[in-house]
């Protein structure tokens, strides 16, 4: 690749027939190698997010570890010389050190591995002055990630999780069991979203207990084949933080079966008006009020001829579905928002003659309602918005 050309520039300039002069690289050492890994470690971490890592107790060991790193590198002059051509983000911008108390007496061995400098690093283990054993022991798990070279195969499974976890299709809960561990199954630890890739056979340890080799798939685009105990230590030094991504559920969410361990969320409801304003008596089939309720329905609409939100008069209930295991106001937002292009633009008196706007009521068919709902089944609906000049649900990144 050309200095100062990106892979995609020089794949452009290729397309465009132009030439680039390239001069030949000398072979990286060793040392400079792991050096130009460490801080590519650094760059994945500002990437994915936002922000540049930092001291302090607040922090978890991965971001203090990774300040600790760049403040190094920013110190020796051999260093910064070797980055400056691939520091896009500036991250070797001299400032004034603060260093992480807890981290600031490591001896020269251990800061030299921190860097990845050190022809044989020694253990991240064998670190002086870190805070307890469990930070530790998740410096010692990280410190085992990698590259993953096959990232692209994963990265549409993170982008989904999220969609999911945002539509509430997905939901965290707190990590309890090594059992929860499995193949397949997603987890976010130390702020990250992990996936077990890969599971090796089930051995027993010389301690009697249960164990096994895993291939854990980060987000920032690493990787780990840890143990499930060093998993199960890392999602435990956690705390609350150490969660489990639960599977999707949807089978109940819209059923009237539910399983015993279901926890009841409330109703998502699709209500017409009978109101006789202009607006909506010329499209009474149209306008359509979408909200999600904890209480039954019927007891919801009770007096809707009272409430501005109703529009001051009764309602018809055109439709129901019944939530289990979602958060409601998350899902409702997430309504609310798909069909913002087609909020009705209304305002109606109360009952004391002072103008209210009302919120959830919308200009779309009935039969695009249904297309939404369809979609939070199979999780893909936060991907999309409605198109009101063409009545239909589309691709954010496909509408103008």
């Known amino acids: 690749m050309a200095k100062g050309f990106t892979d995609e520039d020089d794949a452009l300039l290729a397309e465009l027939g132009v030439e680039i002069e390239t001069k030949k690289v000398a072979a990286r050492t ?10 590519e470690e650094i760059q994945r971490f500002v990437d994915q997010n936002g922000l540049i890592p930092d001291h302090g107790e607040d922090k978890d060991i991965f971001e203090r570890l990774y300040a600790t790193r760049l403040e190094r590198l920013r110190e020796l002059g051999e260093c910064r010389d ?40 020694p253990s991240i283990s064998d670190l002086k002055h870190v805070r307890s054993t469990s ?10 990630r990698e590259k993953c070279e096959d990232f692209d195969t994963f990265k549409p499974l993170f982008e989904q999780i999220q969609k999911e976890l945002n539509s509430g299709v997905r939901e965290t809960r707190k990590f309890e069991l090594k059992a929860e561990i499995e193949l397949g199954r997603f987890f976010i630890v130390g702020g990250q979203k992990a996936y077990v890739a890969e599971m090796g056979d089930i051995e027993l340890t010389d301690h009697g207990r249960t164990d096994a080799r895993l291939r854990v798939i980060f987000d920032n ?19 609350d933080a150490g969660r489990r991504i639960t599977e999707p559920n949807a089978g109940p969410l819209f059923s009237d079966e539910t399983a015993e361990d279901d926890e009841a969320s409330g ?20 306008v359509h009020k979408i909200g999600v309720t904890s209480n039954d329905v019927e007891k919801r609409i009770a007096g809707a001829h009272l409430q501005p939100t109703f529009l001051m008069a009764k309602v018809d209930v055109v439709e129901t579905y019944r939530l289990y295991n979602i958060n409601r106001a998350k899902l409702e937002n997430l309504l609310h928002r798909i069909f913002a292009p087609a909020q009705l633009d209304i305002e109606i008196l109360d009952r004391f003659g002072r103008p209210m706007r009302p919120k959830e009521w919308f200009m779309v068919p009935l039969f695009v309602i249904e297309e939404a709902i369809e979609r939070i089944k199979d999780g893909s609906v936060a991907q999309y918005v409605y198109n009101p000049k ?7 990144n496909s509408t103008s």
């Open 30 to 39: 060793p040392q400079e190698e792991r050096i130009i890994a460490g801080f």
């Open 82 to 121: 070797l980055l400056l051509d691939m520091d896009h983000q500036g991250l070797l911008a001299s400032g004034k050190p603060v260093i992480d108390a807890d981290l600031e007496d490591l001896d020269d061995d251990a800061l030299l591995a921190e860097l990845g400098i050190a022809e044989e690093a």
């Open 135 to 144: 930070e530790k022991k998740a410096a010692e798990d990280i410190a085992g």
């Open 221 to 239: 685009g690493t990787q780990s084949k840890m143990l499930m105990r060093s998993l199960q230590r890392a999602l435990n030094a956690d705390g």
């Open 267 to 286: 109703s998502i409801y699709v209500l017409r008006s009978r109101s006789d304003h202009p607006l909506v008596a010329a499209n009474r089939e149209l």
């Open 390 to 396: 063409n009545a239909t649900l589309e691709l954010i």
